[in-house]
């Protein structure tokens, strides 16, 4: 298995890579991999539903997010990121399903609203558009590195609240409304901002799921957070993916935000699965 750097701050593309039939006796080699690149690129994938969701198993359980309608309806562990609505046609970008798509434009880090978030997250393209639609990856083990010592000291005193209402709240539109029962299941919860990785290195863990920092006024934690995202994806730490259909990328969320770039939602297909990867502990603080 060979591996290709995608960017000096973080990714590789795996060569010469069979989704479909190799990740068994190389699933240990790729759990390692994935934490010290970050980001993995696996090229002309040609994968059926359920040999996807068997890739994604690979590296861990797989979660059912809290959009049922969302939800593959043979394999409910896929997420449907689709622009395509169920007639075939494409939705104007002011209705809820591209609101939704718009938003992820947002730096973020997925299910971070968990009391224990994900590990990893999967996404296989099916149809991209011919320009634009790209995702953007932040090396957050880079963005730590490139705090100064006494801002680290403050970051370490501070725990930021997660929440999936919030961030719903943020979308730029109107968004279907989420079953309370479902809501219910990700109650708002607190991660440290400086969190420890399990190999000893420290990332920042924000995104737009952090409503505030807990402790501070709500408004001023808000501002703060935005502010400190914003200086910490401009220090040379970005790798922006140009989707090609039969893409299959794997990021580790521990250590990165990412974000989709625009692209006319309303006139040119986008269509992606989705699976994410079941984290196995709490955000434990960088400083101890």
């Not at 010290?36 to 690979?58: E, P």
């Not at 402790?215 to 994806?233: D, K, M, N, W």
Request: glycine share 6%.
């Amino acid at each position: 298995m060979d591996l290709i750097p995608l960017h000096p701050s973080l990714g590789a593309r795996v060569e010469n890579f069979d989704c479909g039939r190799d990740p068994g006796a190389l699933a240990e080699q790729l759990k390692t991999e994935l934490p010290r690149w970050q980001v993995l690129l696996f090229r002309d994938q040609n994968l059926s539903d359920g040999a996807f969701v068997d890739f994604c198993r690979t590296f861990g359980t797989l979660e059912l997010l809290p959009e049922p309608e969302k939800r593959h309806p043979e394999h409910p562990e896929i997420f449907n990121l689709s622009n395509v609505k169920p007639d075939g046609s494409l939705p104007h970008r002011d209705e809820p399903q591209a609101v939704f798509l718009r938003g992820t434009s947002r730096w973020h880090t997925d299910s971070s609203f968990r009391e224990i978030p994900c590990l990893a997250t999967v996404l296989y393209a099916i149809t991209v558009p011919p320009v634009d639609g790209d995702t953007e990856f932040a090396n957050m083990i880079a963005a730590h590195d490139a705090l100064s010592p006494d801002d680290r000291a403050e970051l370490e005193r501070h725990r930021a609240v997660h929440s999936y209402a919030y961030s719903r709240s943020t979308n730029p539109g109107r968004l279907d409304p989420v079953d309370p029962e479902e809501l219910a299941k990700v109650p708002d919860v607190t991660h440290p901002i400086l969190r420890a990785l399990p190999d000893g290195r420290r990332s920042v863990y924000l995104g737009t799921h952090a409503s505030h920092i807990d402790g501070l006024p709500v408004e001023e934690g808000r501002a703060r957070i935005r502010a400190l995202e914003e200086r910490l994806t401009a220090v040379d730490n970005i790798y922006r993916h140009a989707w090609r259909a039969g893409d299959v990328l794997i990021w580790d969320n521990r250590s990165t935000m990412h974000r989709l770039t625009g692209y006319a939602v309303d006139k040119h297909e986008r269509v992606m699965r989705r699976c994410t990867v079941v984290g196995t502990d709490k955000v434990f603080p960088a400083g101890g």
